[in-house]
Structures are given as C-alpha cells and as structure tokens.
Nanobody, 124 residues
C-alpha cells in the first residue's frame, strides 16, 4: 500500500497554469503506474492522465486535456506531477492521484490507492 498526498491546487483564471504534485510514502512509487483523475460537482470521477512504471516511458491522456496537460514522475522524489496549461473553466474539479499495479487502464476501479484530492478552480 502506498499513501498519496496531492498539492498544488488553487484558483486560476482561464488560460493560466497550475502544477499539481502527488507525493508518495509507504512504498516507493516507482513500482506503480500512476494516474490522475478528477471529479466535478454532480459528475462521475473522470480519468485525466496516466504514466507507466518505473520510468514513465508511456503516458495516456483523455482527449480533452491532450496538448495542454503533461504527466511526469521523479522517482527519486517519490513524486508524480500534472502540469496543466491553458486551463479552461471546464477543468474545474477536485483532482486525485492514484496508484495502480499495472499501467494501461483508465478505470478508477483498477487503481488501489488514492490521495485525498486537491481542488482546482478555473474562473472565466
């Protein structure tokens, strides 16, 4: 089991940028594929991005964020990042990072460990 803590959320104007961080403890995150999900009020949790283990050679993005968001990992820091550029009001949500034993799924059921979430609000 790995404990995950997100940070970096906040309020930003449309067109702005934020970088979310996800710190892992308990077990090294290099053993896990990592993902970012988001959940807006009244909506289901949505896959955003994923990165393979151990070195992040493969990444996956939902179409709505391709070209704007970048997922990366620094195993020496046990940290995964989500760089978000050109933010839009529809990106407003609570963002969660999650760990999975295998890379390749966009289903939240495949991710065993979750952080508490960080709020991202994009104003128009």
């Amino acid at each position: 089991q790995v404990t995950l803590v997100e940070s970096g959320g906040g309020l930003v104007q449309a067109g702005g940028s934020l970088r979310l961080s996800c710190g892992a403890s308990g077990r090294t995150c290099s053993s896990y594929a990592m993902g970012w999900f988001r959940q807006a009020p009244g909506k289901e949790r949505e896959f955003v991005a994923a990165i393979s283990s151990p070195y992040g050679g493969s990444t996956d993005y939902v179409d709505s964020v391709k070209g704007r968001f970048t997922i990366s990992r620094v195993n020496a820091k046990n940290t995964v990042y989500l760089q978000m550029n050109s933010l839009k009001p529809e990106d407003t949500a609570v963002y969660y990072c999650a760990a999975a034993r295998a890379y390749g799924s966009r289903r939240h059921e495949e991710y065993a460990d979750w952080g508490q979430g960080t709020q991202v609000t994009v104003s128009s």
